[in-house]
């Protein structure tokens, strides 16, 4: 690629924030005619608020816009709905299927874009009227599909096709828009945007998907590829670009970089949070929890066979990149998504499946779903914290003849407790649950878990979503329960550094199985590594 | 200067009346207004207004118990109870029974809803179950739960082999009649008790005492620990199952407290109506129900014990003073126009209210 | 695998199957003679096909059975009154009819959307609710304006008491008269040839539209409301419009229902027209997501002939012919009632089965 010609897209100096959250900081690159360029980095990181930026995405003008320029062909532009991205020749694939059922490819393909043949009620009664013309559609359809390399019948179902092959057709969709009757200015496919395309293929399936992006690449089509699996990316691409805390860390040729570069530049921090020591030592050599071989059914965080142990009195990290599994592992457990495999606690047999049987045993959830899982949010805070403690262990009940009545003023009293322990900023115990801000609501969750006074208690995501201040707050609120209680933590967090400053022992969760358990001091690019690292399917 | 007090005042009470007329909702305040205007313009009609009242007050005390039957399902998140016809039609049995094996006075009454309590009891049971497997198109199935049952009950009617001669066809020998006279059994048996008459004004103390009693259990109940896991279950059913709630059971088991609380209601309106009503009339029972206790203010996932008394008080106010007050104005009845457009429009106003973010 | 394959066929047409039973079973207790049967199918099949048609638009829009559809019925009754009023007859009066009836029938039908749109996720029981609101609506336009306000020329129509139409609109003007605009017979039974044509062109229009762009996104919204939006189609104006539609063509098909009875039961024709015409469509394989032409056929053939044979059953079996009608009463209900409940379970059971898929 000559670097003298007019770059396809240049961003200069892109920022963005949404309500003070800076997301993006100082986004500089270029991309030609025809270049494949990996985008990585970890959830988070900002790669889908810049895919956003460049769409013209609603929601980022609602929040301000943002700062920068964005060039096509050297001019400056400015995107204000994906509408605008499409004439300008942008496409995008996205990670959830945008396709119907029911419809076939070529339907699909050509969805609200159907070619149609003049009908006389359409004078009568408007353009909806005239009939599609199937032919045609189906000949767009095929020439499309033909771009990719494949072979696809654009004749069949969608719900009856692989998995894979609907990736297809989403491509196909966006190259199919060429043949569109556009008004003036507007442009033929030029830039592609993949996110995360192969994560759902099979092996076989994405070197296709790789084969087919050569194709349009060779075209003239550039292509921006984000991707989890690095050595798809490396091989593939012809630069690789790291994004990380909203900076752009590294981008290089790929040629000349390796998997575990990347890997260390995906995860490495700049500010590394402090690791907090242990002050009291709580462990002991007792396994407390025993997991073989589960399997949770969960969707989109698929747990496929995982086993590990943990020792009492540990906190015990699981990581990973979102969607392969992690969180599957405490929902599994806990009861709340079918489950198969076989868990001990405290030497005894978990019954999975049945949420009561592991809250009897002892053990406690905070869910990484605060407002569907962890909160009633039309309660008072009273209720969110009591309520659990009070079927599990009949707690804050008085008995008057048979009946179990509502104990009032143990109710408040303990959710006093709680809101001062934790700090929860709210006018009265009576306030509703979802008039709190996040941070207080993930406080809620934890009053919850802890008034359960549970043996064994799972953490997921305990700080998704919540401030800085908040955040360091419930880390070192879990450090200090697990210290003065004795209990044992199992959290669940794709902020690894999170999990390195207060975990003692880390498992790092890849494609629903376990990659590897570290210490948790262990180097951060070590983690990295596992997380993007294939597990060897066959291993098992 | 007093100037500014003055605008600032009117300033805050304007805020003020905003606030109360989103805490109480605009159609309950229009409804409500409606009613004050129809007791205010009564004695104009050449209607007493007290004997309004006293009007108002009887039918609150017929139909309060079956507004209550809509609680306990609202609180367990199985929505609004359209399927009330199949609690009705265990109350018109444990009526029939009753009368079957002449009990008479008092003891007919208490026998009616002691028979009606186990088919309560197995039907609730086996509606629960079924509205368990629908989760998310309750009140559709509901409906249609009601009517076939109704229908079917119709035909078990003719069919039953009750033989006492005040209830079946007097030619046939066989069969029920369509209404049965409570003459002698328990007609008006707590209309008539403890009721007090001043002047124009007659208040039902027994009838109101007995649907307290009821309300009473309800808001006890509530405050249980079954009846708060109840709460949970129709306010979050995922936080509930997450807290070892088993949502199904709550579910179930507000199913069956509904209707019997449905059977009870019938028997009590039975007793001031005088009749017992048999075949197609359980029918559309369940909308009046249904409207008056959202005219309570109560949503399609949360309800009140006040919630039912305001309905209820709303709804009948409403249905009585209309067909006097307009007759006696403008000698047409509209009334029945009034009903249908007030209690459907309350219904769809609750169906198409966006549901304020629950999960 | 074939196995499996036969179990699914028997549980996805397990309510065409009870019928096709239930008449199997009757036909030869009832005694009625081949000739009558057929001729009387031949009548309800030109009598209802229009209107169990008119249900298949908002099936494909992913809205489900439209209850709604009395808001047609309305409609096309209005029509019927003003063309009687205004004496046009026959054919022409059929027509005027129609044109009457179109407009009303677009402004409900919008109406209707609107309100539906608001509803999402329980269309069924918000537009069965809709079907009862403006029913009040519609008595208070027939029986109180018109005549007072709403002018009405001929005193025959207009109750005694000067305003408001009479309860039965006789229309022998029209009686029949599109069913023997052709007139044909074969063995003394008389074919309403013109009407068949009608029924055929509407399901041949039925079809194009299936092909028309309006088709092709009423299919994408049916299927997934949001990928619909994300590709650019306007959502709510698609579903708007199925309603419409349905709506309109509702009107007509109670104009064709009303013009082969001969005579017009003002307050009453339109009540039931909604549950008949889903309990036919559903009783001929129709789910609540998927319905075509043939379901309609095969629906009215099996559920009409129930209709006409239970009361005789009923008469031979057990010597009331009562009990056969509310079987057939029963029936209507308990279908709607099995095809709500298998709809919903099987919902339940695919997003179950593609979970276990992605696993």
């Known amino acids: 690629m000559e670097k003298t010609e007019i770059p396809l897209l240049e961003m200069k100096g892109i920022s963005k924030d949404f309500f003070g959250n800076q997301v993006l900081n100082d986004i500089n690159f270029t991309l030609h005619r025809g270049e494949i360029l990996g985008l990585v980095g970890e959830n988070g990181a900002g790669k889908s608020t810049l895919m956003k930026i460049l769409f013209g995405m609603e929601e980022i003008l609602q929040t301000g816009g943002y700062g920068g320029d964005v060039l096509i062909d050297g001019k400056k532009v400015l995107f204000k709905s994906p509408e605008d991205a499409l004439r300008a020749g942008i496409g995008m694939v996205h990670q959830e299927f945008s396709l119907l059922p029911e419809f076939t490819v070529a339907e699909n393909i050509l969805l609200n874009r159907e070619p149609e043949k003049y009908s006389v009620m359409s004078e009568l009664f408007g353009k909806r009227l005239n009939t599609v013309d199937r032919a045609e559609m189906q000949r767009r359809a095929l020439k499309a599909i033909s771009k990719l390399g494949i072979e696809l019948d654009a004749g069949k179902r969608i719900q009856d096709l692989p998995v894979g092959y609907k990736q297809f057709t989403e491509i196909a969709r966006e190259l199919s828009k060429e043949d569109d009757k556009r008004d003036e200015g507007a442009s033929s496919l030029r830039l592609l945007v993949l996110d995360e395309p192969t994560a759902v293929l099979s092996e076989k399936e994405a070197e296709t998907l790789l084969s087919a992006m050569h194709m349009l690449s060779e075209a003239g089509i550039a292509i921006i590829f984000i991707s989890h699996r690095l050595h798809e990316i490396t091989s593939a691409c012809d630069t690789v670009m790291v994004m990380r805390d909203g900076l752009i860390i590294k981008k290089v040729p790929a040629k000349s970089a390796n998997v575990s570069d990347i890997a260390s530049w995906m995860v490495g921090r700049s500010v590394s949070t402090e690791r907090v020591e242990r002050k009291v030592e709580v462990r002991s050599d007792k396994d407390i929890l025993k997991v073989e071989h589960l399997k949770v059914i969960m969707p989109g965080e698929m747990v496929r066979d995982v086993s590990f142990s943990v020792k009492e009195g540990e906190i015990f990290g699981i990581g990973g990149l979102a969607g392969q599994g992690k969180i599957g592992i405490p929902n599994g457990i806990m009861g709340l998504y079918n489950a198969m495999g076989n868990v001990e606690f405290d030497g005894k047999k978990v019954t999975l499946n049945a949420p009561r049987m592991p809250l009897d045993e002892g053990m406690a959830f905070v869910s990484e779903d605060r407002r569907g899982v962890g909160l009633l949010l039309d309660e008072s805070l009273e209720w969110n914290v009591a309520f659990a403690a009070m079927q599990i262990k009949e707690d804050f009940l008085k008995k008057i003849g048979p009946m179990k009545f509502r104990d009032q003023r143990a109710i408040e009293k303990v959710t006093k407790e709680y809101v001062d322990l934790l700090e929860i900023k709210c006018t009265s115990t009576r306030q509703k649950a979802k008039e709190l801000s996040g941070g207080n609501q993930q406080k809620v969750c934890l009053a919850k878990a802890f008034a359960l006074s549970p043996r064994l208690l799972f953490v997921s995501e305990p700080t998704r979503g919540i401030d800085i201040g908040a955040k360091a707050l419930v880390l070192s609120a879990l450090r200090r329960y697990n210290e003065e209680h004795k209990v044992t933590i199992v959290m669940v967090s794709s902020e690894l550094e999170e999990l390195r400053s207060i975990c003692d022992r880390i498992a790092i969760i890849q494609d629903g199985r376990v990659a590897d358990i570290l210490p948790a001091t262990s180097d951060s690019t070590e983690f990295g590594m596992l997380m993007v690292s294939k597990v060897n399917k066959e291993a098992n | 200067m007093g100037l500014d007090t003055a605008s600032l005042d009117s300033a805050m009470l304007k805020t003020k009346i905003q606030g109360l007329v989103k805490s109480f909702g605009l159609p309950r305040l229009i409804i409500a207004l409606f009613l004050l205007l129809l007791f205010i313009i009564a004695p104009f009609a050449g209607l007493n207004f007290f004997t309004g009242l006293s009007d108002t007050f009887n039918r609150f005390g017929m139909n309060a118990v079956l507004v209550l039957a809509m609680v306990p399902m609202i609180h367990s998140g199985c929505g609004l109870n359209f399927g009330l016809p199949l609690g009705i039609i265990s109350g018109l049995l444990g009526a029939t029974l009753s009368l079957e094996f002449e009990f008479t006075g008092m003891a007919s009454f208490l026998m009616a809803i002691v028979f009606s309590t186990p088919f309560a009891v197995i039907l609730g049971y086996g509606y629960g179950v079924l509205l368990n497997k629908v989760k998310g198109g309750e009140m559709m199935i509901a409906t249609y739960v009601g009517f076939s049952s109704v229908a079917f009950m119709c035909m078990m009617w003719l069919l039953l082999p009750y033989d006492n001669p005040s209830m079946v066809w007097g030619f046939s020998g066989e069969g029920l009649r369509t209404t049965i006279s409570l003459e002698g059994a328990y007609s008006g048996i707590l209309m008539n008790f403890l009721s007090l008459e001043i002047g124009h004004l007659k208040i039902p103390f027994g009838m109101f005492l007995f649907f307290a009693l009821l309300a009473f259990l309800v808001w006890g109940f509530l405050k249980t620990k079954t009846g708060t896991a109840m709460t949970a279950v129709g306010s979050n059913p995922v936080f509930a199952t997450a807290s070892g709630v088993s949502v199904d059971k709550m579910r179930t088991l507000s199913v069956v407290m509904s209707t019997w609380l449905g059977a009870v209601g019938i028997i009590v309106y039975q007793q001031s109506f005088g009749f017992i009503q048999l075949y197609m009339s359980p029918f559309y029972m369940a909308l009046p129900a249904v409207s008056a206790i959202l005219l309570g203010g109560a949503s399609v996932n949360k309800a009140s014990i006040t919630n039912v008394v305001i309905g209820t008080f709303l709804f009948q106010g409403i249905l009585t003073m209309t067909p006097s007050v307009m007759n006696g104005l403008i000698q047409t009845d509209v009334s029945e126009v009034i009903r249908i457009i007030v209690s459907n429009g309350m219904i769809l106003y609750a169906l198409t209210r966006k549901q304020e973010a629950t999960r | ?359």
């Not at chain 3, 036969?6 to 549980?11: C, D, G, Q, S």
């Not at chain 3, 005549?147 to 003007?173: C, D, E, F, K, M």
């Not at chain 3, 009923?314 to 009608?325: F, H, P, S, V, Y």
């Open chain 3, 1 to 359: 695998m074939k196995k499996f394959d036969l179990k699914e066929l028997l549980v996805n047409n397990v309510v065409t199957i009870i019928f096709v039973v239930i008449c199997a079973v009757s036909i030869p207790i009832s005694g009625y003679s081949p000739s009558y049967l057929i001729s009387e199918v031949i009548t309800r099949i030109s009598r209802n096909s229009f209107l169990v048609l008119s249900l298949l638009i908002p099936v494909m829009a992913g809205m489900g059975m439209n209850f709604g559809m009395t808001l047609g019925a309305m409609a096309g009754q209005i029509g019927l009154i003003y063309a009687c009023d205004w004496n046009v007859v026959g054919i022409p009066g059929m027509v005027l009819a129609a044109i009457i009836s179109t407009p009303i029938s677009i402004i409900l039908g919008y109406l209707c959307g609107e309100i539906l749109n608001r509803a999402r996720g329980r269309e069924m029981v918000t537009s069965y609710i809709i079907g009862f609101f403006m029913n009040g609506v519609y008595q208070f336009f027939v029986l109180y304006l018109m005549g007072s306000i709403i002018p009405i020329a001929s005193q025959s129509l207009i109750l005694p008491r000067g305003y408001g139409v009479r309860n039965t609109v006789n229309l022998i003007g029209m009686r029949k008269s599109l069913d023997t605009l052709i007139d044909l017979r074969i063995g003394g039974v008389q074919i309403p040839i013109a009407t068949f044509i009608v029924i055929a062109i509407f399901c041949v229009f039925f079809l194009w539209f299936k092909r028309t762009k309006l088709g092709q996104d009423m299919r994408a919204v049916g299927q997934n409301n949001e990928i619909a939006r994300d590709a650019g189609i306007k959502v709510e104006k698609t579903r708007i419009l199925s309603i419409v539609l349905s709506t309109v063509f509702a009107g007509y098909g109670m104009i064709i229902y009303l013009q082969n009875i001969g005579t017009l039961n003002t307050y009453n024709s339109h009540s039931q027209i909604g549950t008949f015409s889903i309990a036919a469509l559903l009783v001929g394989g129709a789910s609540v997501d998927k319905a075509n032409i043939r379901n309609v056929f095969l629906g009215i053939i099996l559920f009409h002939l129930m209709f006409v044979i239970a009361p005789l059953v009923g008469k031979n079996l057990i010597g009331q012919a009562q009990l056969g009608e509310y079987f057939r009463v029963f029936v209507s209900y308990a279908v709607i009632t099995l095809a709500l409940v298998l709809y919903e379970m099987r919902k339940r059971r695919a997003a179950k089965l593609a979970l276990m898929e992605e696993a």
